[in-house]
């Protein structure tokens, strides 16, 4: 994934000119990466960058903050031309970019620069107060660009949403072989930045908005029209961290594939989602925890209640937990950073708790596009991905989890709690299993500080009994059934004495209601 100018500088053809339009909360992080553009090391070419808005001294410093190192550039590659006017400054007369050009031409032609970056040149141009005067100088400047061979970027200032509805502006799209828009929109008090090619000419191009994040390294653009490059389907299985589970989805998960476990609050998604980062653990896999509105000494204390140790291995290394609040950043932010962290820590194993949280951060739109490039990312990296969402409902009636990725998850585990006879109870069931065999039974989920249980499916008069009910159903049944089992002993030991051949005390191996008959006096009496 590329930024917006570095994708600018490779398809481009050279002497064309584009003109990113952007707004001006976009500026300053865009200068730097437009300044990295042209001291590339791996493409070796000798720039210009013209600053019309800021000097080189603000350029180096917020380029530095991105780990970029351009004051080594400067002295060989990169040529800083400071062209931003003081405040003192008084137009008189008119006044044309003839003269400038003329000077960069000539320092180009020294350096042997291939590529230059003119940014912010509205900042100059506003100067002339005229609107078609500023057009003629930008039409000069594209003239300029051709005739040198030089391969420019040029930079403006955008106040409305369409770049090209602004006065001054829209004659720029006709101009440009490749125009590039970035954007910024606030959802829900969050802010989310995209960036657009606009049109490209001769060739062809992604013409929808892709979301764009500024981090540590510079800018990074979703790659949101790849094809998932995975591994190929693997049979091995691993384990879900709870033994009935397993047998219910006939060995476990795959490795690889995509888990959801959905539910309502209470009902034990987060614990299973630990115990299969605790097995994970105990195979040595590298794991990562990300929790969501939860930091990770609280996610530690809470699955210890139920015999679940993560403590010893993020200790050692082996689980690797990382915790945001949701609404901290957009969802596109989190992504970045799990991505960071999945390759660092080289993860075989995640959980993600729970992934509905991002719908915080941005809106359900954005939330379920970056939930299903989660998804991508796990599956191209042969990750197993276990992530918890949280339902409002006590049953998944409209079968959809609210970052609406229930349909291109591998399994789908729902847990929900049943009121009964006063109480309520936890119950497990798999909606779906994508490969392999999987019950559709029913099965109580009991916790307590020895781990993780699943119940027998438990029926009586047609209706599944759970916790309370169901111990009491139990223990009247087998009341009833030592009764009868005592009543039945007791006439027994009325009949035998009365019956040649049987003995004290008598054989119930064949089940109440049976009475075995001595065989070698019934034989005798069958012989007569």
Request: charged residues 25%.
């Amino acid at each position: 994934m590329q930024s917006p100018a570095v994708a600018c500088r490779e398809i481009e053809p050279p002497s064309s000119s584009a003109v990113p339009v952007r707004k001006n909360r976009f500026r300053p992080a865009d200068t730097g990466q437009r300044a990295r553009q042209f001291g590339e090391p791996g493409i070796g070419e000798p720039g210009i960058f013209v600053a019309f808005e800021e000097n080189s001294r603000h350029i180096l410093a917020n380029a530095a903050s991105f780990g970029w190192n351009l004051p080594k550039l400067e002295k060989k590659q990169l040529f800083f031309f400071d062209a931003k006017m003081g405040p003192d400054v008084i137009k008189a007369g008119e006044f044309d970019l003839s003269g400038m050009l003329a000077g960069i031409k000539a320092e180009a032609d020294a350096r042997g620069a291939r590529r230059i970056v003119f940014d912010a040149v509205d900042a100059l141009l506003s100067l002339l107060d005229d609107p078609l005067a500023e057009r003629r100088e930008i039409y000069r400047l594209d003239d300029w660009l051709s005739e040198s061979g030089l391969t420019g970027i040029i930079t403006a200032k955008s106040q409305v949403d369409d770049p090209f509805v602004g006065e001054g502006y829209g004659f720029m799209q006709f101009m440009a072989d490749c125009v590039v828009a970035l954007k910024l929109r606030v959802v829900d008090q969050i802010a989310l930045r995209y960036v657009q090619v606009i049109k490209y000419r001769g060739s062809s191009f992604a013409e929808n908005e892709a979301p764009l994040v500024i981090g540590a390294s510079g800018m990074e653009v979703a790659d949101i029209i790849a094809t998932t490059v995975a591994p190929e389907a693997s049979q091995a299985r691993v384990s879900s961290g709870v033994e009935r589970l397993d047998a219910m989805l006939g060995s476990g998960y795959f490795r690889g594939s995509s888990v959801l476990i959905t539910g309502s609050a209470g009902t034990g998604k987060s614990i299973l989602a630990g115990s299969f980062a605790e097995t994970a653990c105990l195979r040595k896999e590298h794991t990562l925890y990300v929790s969501f509105d939860e930091n990770p000494s609280e996610v530690v204390r809470d699955l210890s209640s139920v015999g679940i140790r993560l403590g010893p291995h993020v200790k050692s290394g082996v689980l690797r937990m990382h915790s945001a609040r949701a609404e901290a950043s957009s969802a596109e932010v989190h992504l970045m950073k799990i991505k960071g962290i999945v390759h660092e820590h080289q993860s075989r194993c995640m959980v993600v708790d729970p992934l509905s949280a991002i719908v915080k951060a941005g809106g359900a739109l954005t939330a379920g596009r970056v939930a299903e490039r989660l998804i991508c990312l796990a599956k191209s990296e042969g990750i197993t991905l276990v992530s918890t969402s949280l339902l409002q409902g006590a049953q998944p009636l409209t079968e959809e989890t609210p970052v609406q990725i229930s349909t291109i998850a591998d399994t789908w585990v729902h847990l929900t709690n049943i009121s009964q006879a006063g109480e309520r109870n936890r119950a497990l069931s798999i909606v779906k299993s994508r490969g392999m065999k999987n019950s559709n039974q029913v099965r109580e989920l009991i916790l307590s500080d020895q781990g993780i249980a699943l119940a027998d499916v438990y029926t009586a008069a047609g209706d599944v009994l759970m916790g309370t009910a169901r111990w009491q159903k139990e223990a009247a049944e087998k009341t009833e059934q030592e009764r009868i089992l005592a009543e039945v002993e007791h006439k027994r030991s009325e009949v035998a004495p009365t019956i040649p051949g049987w003995s004290w005390p008598l054989d119930f191996s064949h089940g109440v209601g049976l009475l075995p008959l001595p065989v070698e006096p019934c034989a005798s009496r069958l012989g007569h």
